[in-house]
């Protein structure tokens, strides 16, 4: 069974960092892909960012791309999300989340939410002066 759990969230200035991390557990990693989402007040999920386990590659939305940065410590089950540059429009809930992948290239990865079977609690950020 997957599992998965974040950290990291917070207040901070804009223009300021934060790294969120999500822990997971429970999963073959070749079969597997690790996205970041957010959601803010009255808006829908949003996708940001995808990783691959077996082979790093990365997908970001247009609207993180060059700021954040996604990246996973296959030792400690663990994937990263870098944030620079925060803005206020950054703030929101973000959750990472599982993607179970078969017959795809192991570089595959997708920041649609559909296919997202398993989802972590969710972490607060706020950006704010």
């Known amino acids: 069974q997957v599992q998965l759990v974040e950290s990291g969230g917070g207040l901070v200035q804009p223009g300021g960092s934060l790294r969120l991390s999500c822990a997971a557990s429970?999963?073959?990693?070749?079969?597997?892909?690790i996205g970041w989402f957010r959601q803010a007040p009255g808006k829908e999920r949003e996708g940001i960012s995808c990783?691959?386990?077996?082979?790093?590659?990365?997908v970001y939305a247009d609207s993180v791309k060059g700021r954040f940065t996604i990246s996973r410590d296959n030792a400690k089950n663990t994937v990263y999300l870098q944030m620079n540059s925060l803005k206020p429009e950054d703030t929101a809930v973000y959750y990472c989340?599982?993607?179970?992948?078969?017959?795809?290239?192991?570089?595959?990865?997708?920041?649609?939410?559909?296919?997202?079977?398993?989802w972590g609690q969710g972490t607060q950020v706020t950006v704010s002066s």
């Open positions: 429970g999963f073959i990693k070749d079969y597997y892909r």
């Open positions: 990783i691959s386990y077996s082979t790093g590659s990365t």
């Open positions: 989340a599982a993607l179970p992948v078969i017959n795809k290239p192991l570089d595959y990865c997708s920041i649609a939410t559909m296919g997202y079977d398993t």
